[in-house]
Each structure stands twice: as C-alpha cells, then as structure tokens.
C-alpha cells in the first residue's frame, strides 16, 4: 500500500486507491490537458474534484501540492526511483506522463524537441491569449466599456490560429501523422474559444480550415471524449 500521507492535501481530498495517480483538477481547458493524458495512456489515476467557484484552490491543503494556486495538480506513488512525486503545471504533467510511459512524444531528441516547443507555444501563448478573450467577451470583462482589450486580444487570438493553421496544413496532427501531447496541449482550449467562450465569429473561425478538421478529429478520440469530463464538476 502506498504512503501519501507526507501530503497534506491527502488529508482534505483522502486517496481510496493509494497506488493510483492522485489527479487534483477539475473539466477546464488547462484541466481536461491531464485527464485526457491520463485517459488515452492508460494509466490508473483517481481523480479529485477541485471546486475553483468555492476557491478551493486557495486552501492550505491544495497549496501544500501547488504554491500557485491552480489547477490541475497530480501526486504519483510511483515516481522517480519508486518515491511518490507530486507535480503541478499541466505542460511539466504532461511531458512527466509522456516520459513515464513512453508515449504521445517522440523518442528521438530532435522530435522530442519539436513536440515541447508546441507543448510551450499553448502555454505562452493559446492559454493566456484565449483566456482573455473568454474573460472580456463572456465573463466579467464583457461589462467593460472599453473595448480595446478585447480587440487587442481577439486580434493576438487570431493570429495564434493563424500559427496553427500554417502548422496543419500540411500534417493530420501538430507533429505530423503522430497524435502527441502537443494535440492534448491545445485541443481544450481551441474547443473552449469557440465553443463555451463563443468567440468563433470575433476570432474569424469560418475562415478556417486545417483547425477545425484538426479539432473535429481530436474530439473524435474515445479518450478525448471521456477525458473532457473529468472528474465531474460540482
């Protein structure tokens, strides 16, 4: 039986199957990045609700596992050299799960390369640009009557899926004909910006083509479709 007692989130969010990955999340773009992870690579997790509407983020217990505050999170019994790990930071998760098993990431170093300078194109860029344009065009920023955020973001949105759409041009997936955590970094958050955000019509979706066939087909995943909903929300 493994010990993870050493973690004090452990103790607000107890572990009914010890041995398994503990995955702190909840189904938000940055969210459904670890579960679809975890769904399409087969590994025994268990996963752990995480209320941000209630800040739960903010309590002592989940700040022991991330300092920042955010969500998903994961502790894994079996980590390097056989001692539990706990990690934050979907990309660091992801990269983490994809070393652990040996999959959704190229072998080669150049490849490998290749696929986390996608991996950090979503986390500098997609993230915090269509994060914003989901906060100043559906959330509380939509009350704003200045505009220009919006447009300012919009604008940097649109030109992000221009990236994208250059990148797929000419390949089924972001590295090629191989499906990598490159794909699962970013299929959340361009399903998000035109789906829950509502943005497709600011950001010009209509007008493109690769994306949306690369999008369509990441949903199609019986792994992606699952790991879209978990854990459940409140």
Do not use: C
């Not at 079996?78 to 990690?87: A, C, H, R, T, V």
């Not at 950090?120 to 959330?139: D, N």
């Not at 009557?145 to 000419?170: M, N």
Request: charged share 20%; hydrophobic share 40%; glycine share 10%.
């Amino acid at each position: 039986m493994s010990d993870l007692s050493a973690f004090p989130i452990t103790q607000r969010w107890p572990a009914q199957h010890p041995e398994r990955i503990q995955l702190y999340s909840l189904p938000t773009p940055n969210g459904v990045k670890v579960s679809i992870m975890l769904e399409e690579t087969g590994l025994a997790y268990e996963p752990h609700t995480i209320d941000i509407g209630e800040d739960e983020t903010w309590g002592p217990e989940f700040l022991s596992l991330n300092p920042n505050g955010k969500i998903p999170a994961i502790i894994d019994p079996d980590g390097p050299g056989g001692k539990p790990l706990g990690l934050f930071e979907s990309g660091a998760i992801l990269i983490y799960l994809a070393e652990k098993t040996g999959q959704f990431i190229p072998a080669d170093p150049a490849g490998r390369y290749e696929t986390l300078q996608w991996v950090f194109f979503q986390m500098a860029a997609i993230g915090p640009m269509f994060g914003q344009v989901g906060f100043f065009h559906k959330f509380a920023g939509r009350e704003y009557e200045d505009k220009r955020p919006l447009q300012r973001y919009v604008t940097e949105s649109k030109r992000l899926l221009g990236v994208l759409e250059g990148r797929l041009a000419d390949r089924q997936w972001i590295m090629g004909d191989d499906y990598t955590i490159a794909d699962i970094a970013s299929l959340g958050w361009v399903r998000n910006l035109v789906g829950f955000y509502g943005a497709g019509d600011l950001v010009d979706w209509a007008s493109l083509k690769h994306v949306p066939r690369w999008l369509e087909a990441g949903l199609a995943r019986p792994a992606v479709q699952r790991g879209l909903e978990i854990p459940k929300r409140p």
